[in-house]
């Protein structure tokens, strides 16, 4: 039998947070969505997830930073990007705070469904 993935989705949109969690609704993955980066960060720090999308543009704070925080906190944690907003300097930021990918908005659910299953 195979472990659960824990998935953590850090979305200030509802609409994105629910999107995700609908697109991950199935027994091998564990989702739960926070709006707020220090409630991300905090709970990074007491659970072991496995992957976490994480929105750049936060409502209060800069996912870049977050990424950075929760990277700290479980340097083994996947941590995904997202953006609607192409840059070459905000890949760069994310590089350097640890992100191991950007995808841009909006999300492919196939794509979604592979990065969960740690295949893209």
């Known amino acids: 039998m195979s472990r659960t993935i824990k998935v953590l989705v850090v979305d200030d949109e509802r609409i994105i947070q629910n999107y995700i969690f609908a697109a991950l609704s199935d027994p091998r993955f564990q989702v739960q969505t926070v709006s707020k980066g220090d409630e991300a960060v905090a709970l990074t720090e007491v659970e072991a997830f496995d992957l976490a999308f994480v929105d750049i543009r936060l409502n209060g704070s800069n996912g870049?930073?977050?990424?950075?925080?929760?990277?700290?906190?479980?340097?083994?944690?996947?941590?995904?990007?997202?953006?609607?907003y192409e840059s070459s300097t905000v890949i760069e930021q994310a590089k350097l705070a640890g992100a191991d990918l950007v995808i841009y908005k909006p999300i492919d659910l196939d794509i979604l469904i592979r990065l969960a299953e740690g295949e893209a």
Do not use: E, N
């Not at 700290?72 to 990007?81: F, G, I, K, S």
């Open 64 to 84: 870049i930073d977050i990424c950075r925080r929760m990277k700290q906190a479980r340097p083994r944690l996947r941590v995904v990007l997202m953006t609607a």
